[in-house]
């Protein structure tokens, strides 16, 4: 079944996700150009809250359910990311009841997973946490790190909060979701939660029925929920999860995948264009689904650089650049897409007007494509194991360039 609930912001930021915001692969990156992720020495250890999710879902169900969307992640062959529910939310100021129910005890609940000191699962059975906390009650939900170390690139800790009022049984006064598509929203939120940002592919998806094939490589991580399938994780959520979290061995990132990189140039050819969405499509072979729309994978341009975050020239002299983004001038404009093995084109667009706020693709802020886009790529061979470099991309009749927006100022 295809459910378009766009209206519904699912992928509201956490705590510290507008801030980390980057596109189409990790969520946020350090001044080094490298991303932020958890540990993976051992499982990560999450917390559950001790009431029930709604009316109609009990705190043993919800459990269960919370379980099974990290384990979507944790399933995946070629990553090396584990969760474990290690007991309930633990007791830290005004919250002692076991319940997270008021904004009180989620501000209490939220210091504490700010302070590193663990990862709340908070289920809001009225509606009353997302009222007072995001002045909307119709969130699905939000999720996302809350601490992190810049010497370490680690994330600390992290948090989800769940809207009980989609799964209570009644129409009013919000609409229930399908239990399978709700679970999907969550799922999103938990790649949020495990680093991964929004990834832009097979957008027509966001404003129209875009048919079967389009569904098939739709990304969890697509900032709307169109369908139940996203529940299920596409090519690109694989293998931007597998590149975070790489596993070893036979089934592991470097045995199953493989990499292109590149630079995104206005048409001086010299110029590095900055948020441009990159999207590499598998050659299509006679038969079957058409695999250019169900084989795909994104990247952003630039999406480790520095960019809008802590930027000198759209900052205050006396404010600190912060530990967001690299500096490094030669990662303007670059970009890096992880895939299977195949031949693969690339083809660039703007990132869509739609995807702002909680939504957003590429931060805070988004550019539209200068000038225009050349038609798609020579094909790619991606080998596992290896990345394809140098497959650069000059767009076709730019505005002159605008450097004071792309690099690290003065």
Avoid at 163 to 182: F, K, S, T, V
Avoid at 191 to 209: K, M, T
Avoid at 363 to 369: A, P
Wanted: proline share 8%; glycine share 14%; charged share 15%.
């Amino acid at each position: 079944m295809q459910r378009q609930v766009r209206a519904f912001l699912i992928a509201a930021a956490g705590l510290l996700a507008a801030q980390l915001a980057t596109a189409g692969g990790p969520l946020g990156v350090r001044t080094n150009g490298q991303p932020y992720v958890w540990s993976t020495t051992g499982e990560i250890q999450y917390r559950t809250d001790g009431g029930p999710l709604s009316g109609t879902v009990t705190e043993a169900q919800a459990r269960a359910r919370v379980a099974a969307m990290f384990n979507v992640w944790e399933n995946v062959a070629s990553a090396s990311i584990g969760y474990n529910r290690t007991g309930p939310i633990l007791d830290i100021g005004a919250f002692t009841d076991g319940d997270v129910s008021t904004a009180v005890e989620f501000d209490a609940v939220s210091g504490a997973c700010g302070a590193g000191t663990q990862n709340p699962i908070v289920y809001d059975v009225t509606g009353e946490i997302f009222e007072d906390v995001v002045a909307d009650d119709t969130v699905i939900g939000f999720a996302g790190p809350c601490a992190i170390d810049p010497g370490t690139g680690q994330i600390l800790s992290g948090s989800a909060t769940m809207n009980g009022l989609y799964q209570d049984g009644e129409d009013l006064p919000i609409e229930d979701l399908p239990a399978a598509a709700y679970d999907a929203v969550f799922i999103h939120e938990f790649g949020h939660f495990s680093g991964l940002d929004h990834s832009q592919i097979n957008v027509e998806c966001a404003s129209i029925n875009c048919g079967t094939d389009n569904l098939a490589g739709l990304p969890t991580m697509f900032p709307f929920l169109v369908s139940v399938q996203q529940g299920t994780l596409s090519i690109d959520d694989i293998a931007w999860i597998s590149k975070l979290y790489p596993a070893a061995g036979g089934s592991g990132f470097n045995a199953t995948h493989g990499t292109i990189t590149g630079t995104i140039y206005f048409s001086d050819g010299e110029t590095h264009a900055q948020l441009v969405n990159v999207v590499a499509r598998r050659v299509d072979t006679a038969g079957g689904p058409d695999e250019s729309r169900t084989t795909a994978g994104s990247g952003v341009s630039g999406n480790r650089f520095r960019v809008f975050r802590g930027n000198p020239i759209n900052l205050p002299d006396d404010q600190p650049l912060g530990p967001f983004g690299g500096d490094n001038p030669a990662e303007i404009g670059f970009y890096e897409i992880p895939l299977p093995p195949g031949n693969y084109t690339i083809e660039v667009e703007s990132i869509d007007p739609q995807f702002v706020a909680g939504s957003s693709v590429g931060g805070d802020e988004r550019i539209d494509l200068p000038g225009t886009a050349p038609p798609p790529s020579a094909p790619i061979s991606v080998v596992a194991g290896q990345t394809d470099s140098g497959n650069d991309v000059t767009l076709i009749g730019t505005p002159p360039r605008f450097d004071q927006f792309e690099g690290p100022g003065p």
